[in-house]
């Protein structure tokens, strides 16, 4: 990941817990926080919603 102008970035590592093909991924960041993942089927066509824990730092 960077910043818009390209002064900082980062790479996220992680291992997939959990993978139910078009519908949940889960996985758990190299530093212990989770990431939820789900595929939403709506009528308009697929909504995917990222949720995640936030660090404390930044």
Aim: proline fraction near 0%.
């Amino acid at each position: 990941m960077e910043a818009k102008d390209g002064s900082k970035g980062f790479d996220f590592t992680g291992t997939y817990e959990q993978i139910k093909v078009n519908n949940l991924n889960t996985y758990q960041m190299s530093d212990g926080r989770a990431v939820f993942i789900d595929f939403m089927n709506e009528r308009e066509g697929v909504r995917i919603v990222d949720t995640f824990e936030a660090e404390g730092t930044n």
